[in-house]
Nanobody, 116 residues
Framework: QVQLVESGGGLVQPGGSLRLSCAASGFTFSSYTMSWYRQAPGKEREVVARILTRGGITNYADSVKGRFTISRDHAKNPVYLQMNSLKPEDTAVYYC?????????WGQGTLVTVSS
């Protein structure tokens, strides 16, 4: 059974940092592209960052380029999202995602609130 579990969210002041983690189980983690999405109140879910399986190729939404870094540790399983220089508009529920057997799989999400 595919399972994704996010952690690391919380309340942070503007300009601060957080690191989100996504622990995956039920599939061969290293063989799948992993992504982080977010959904702010009243808005659609949007992709934030993605990391491919080969070569560590990454891509980012324009709104987070230069501030967020996605990484994965093939030996230890988690995929991380390091978020720096956070802004109030980064406030959202952040979700880990992969596509397994043609279906999108999601974690339960972790809330990030950026506020003074």
């Amino acid at each position: 059974q595919v399972q994704l579990v996010e952690s690391g969210g919380g309340l942070v002041q503007p300009g601060g940092s957080l690191r989100l983690s996504c622990a995956a189980s039920g599939f061969t983690f290293s063989s799948y592209t992993m992504s982080w999405y977010r959904q702010a109140p009243g808005k659609e879910r949007e992709v934030v960052a993605r990391i491919l399986t080969r070569g560590g190729i990454t891509n980012y939404a324009d709104s987070v380029k230069g501030r967020f870094t996605i990484s994965r540790d093939h030996a230890k399983n988690p995929v991380y999202l390091q978020m720096n220089s956070l802004k109030p508009e980064d406030t959202a529920v952040y979700y880990c995602n992969t596509v397994f057997l043609g279906l999108a799989r999601w974690g339960q999400g972790t809330l990030v609130t950026v506020s003074s």
